[in-house]
């Protein structure tokens, strides 16, 4: 599975937009790009997910350039209760999926009043 | 996701002790997982199973068995605990409808081994 990096933590404050980068240089054809949530001592929540381009839901956006080489996660108007870590992992789907989800660090958001 | 639920979700154990955790869903999900975390890490794959008759290895497996009861249930063994195995376990469920998969995580089941 390809591997991500993400920074390790990233301040910003109520009302503002985050944005959080993740690489993954080695990301394969028929991989997906799949961002979590997870607040303290809870299970991660699955967030947005997208192949290329834009993907946005009721949460966030994702922005995918054409070489997928890398992902912007969007945060549009943080709250205090954005307060997580967000993961972005990178993994096939289907047929082939082993469901070998590889969390790294992960990137702490802390939102600021 | 209340779809996911775990027990205990605490549990304080003996060093050598055998202790199971439990996993059940309702999503109707083929695939399970079973996860740890340690503080300030991401999750470890422990065991995962795509159906009834399917078991299979995670990164760090070493030290838990598993056992898939029926669709719905999945349950983590500890067959002698020891104390690094303190950590944070989390059940997950998958399906691959759409061609690529998603996975919806338990609450965790906090387990401290003495």
């Known amino acids: 599975l390809a591997k991500t990096t993400q920074p390790i933590s990233m301040d910003s404050y109520e009302g503002q937009e985050v944005n959080i980068t993740c690489s993954h240089n080695n990301i394969a054809t028929n991989d997906y790009i799949t961002w979590y949530q997870q607040f303290p001592s809870q299970g991660p929540r699955f967030i947005i997910q997208?192949?290329?381009t834009k993907v946005t839901n009721e949460v966030a956006s994702l922005f995918i350039p054409a070489d997928r080489k890398s992902s912007t996660l969007s945060l549009p108007r943080v709250s205090l209760s954005d307060t997580a870590v967000y993961y972005c992992l990178v993994g096939d789907g289907g047929s082939s999926n082993t469901g070998k989800l590889i969390f790294g660090q992960g990137t702490t958001l802390q939102v600021k009043p | 996701d209340a779809d996911v639920t775990q027990t205990p979700r605490n549990r304080i154990t003996k060093t050598g002790k055998r202790i199971m955790l439990e996993c059940s869903q309702t999503k109707g999900h083929d695939r399970m997982y079973w996860y740890r975390q340690d503080p300030g890490l991401g999750l470890r794959l422990i065991y995962y199973?795509?159906?009834?008759?399917?078991?299979n290895k995670g990164e760090i497996s070493d030290g838990y068995s598993v056992s898939r009861q029926a669709q719905a249930k999945f349950s983590l063994s500890l067959e002698s605990a020891i104390p690094n195995q303190t950590a944070l376990y989390f059940c997950a469920t998958s399906d691959t409808d759409r061609g690529h998969e998603t996975q919806y995580f338990g609450p965790g089941t906090r387990l401290l081994v003495l």
């Open positions: 997208g192949y290329k």
């Open positions: 199973s795509f159906d009834v008759k399917d078991i």
